[in-house]
Nanobody
Framework: VQLQAYGGGLVQAGGSLRLSCAASGRTLVSYTMGWLRQAPGKEREFVAAISRRGDITYYADSVKGRFTISRDNVKSTVYLQMNSLKPEDTAVYYC??????????????????WGQGTLVTVSS
């Protein structure tokens, strides 16, 4: 499956962005989907994940209450709505697909397919 992430950009602190991740080559319904991010000089970290049916979600503590992950299996697209953005949210955001169940989704090693990343920059 090929993943294409888009929607990043420059936003002021307190603003919002919505990232999208479109899949091609295979339907997304077979995969747990996640968003992970990597800030300059830091390791890639988990942001959010959603179960195959979209009924269960996980979030990193740092984004809980501000970010919302969702999916549309008909459109083969996953979204990350980001509100109340902070400068520390600045990073390249990656969408990823895992054959694993949601239980392992907080680990980057659980993911089998990755998108190319989209840059989110939050200015103070």
């Amino acid at each position: 499956v090929q993943l294409q992430a888009y929607g990043g950009g420059l936003v002021q602190a307190g603003g919002s962005l919505r990232l999208s991740c479109a899949a091609s080559g295979r339907t997304l319904v077979s995969y747990t989907m996640g968003w992970l991010r990597q800030a300059p000089g830091k390791e890639r970290e988990f942001v959010a994940a959603i179960s195959r049916r979209g009924d269960i979600t996980y979030y990193a503590d740092s984004v809980k209450g501000r970010f919302t992950i969702s999916r549309d299996n008909v459109k083969s697209t996953v979204y990350l709505q980001m509100n109340s953005l902070k400068p520390e949210d600045t990073a390249v955001y990656y969408c990823a697909a895992a054959k694993e169940t949601l239980a392992r989704s907080k680990s980057a090693s659980a993911y089998d397919y990755w998108g190319q990343g989209t840059l989110v920059t939050v200015s103070s």
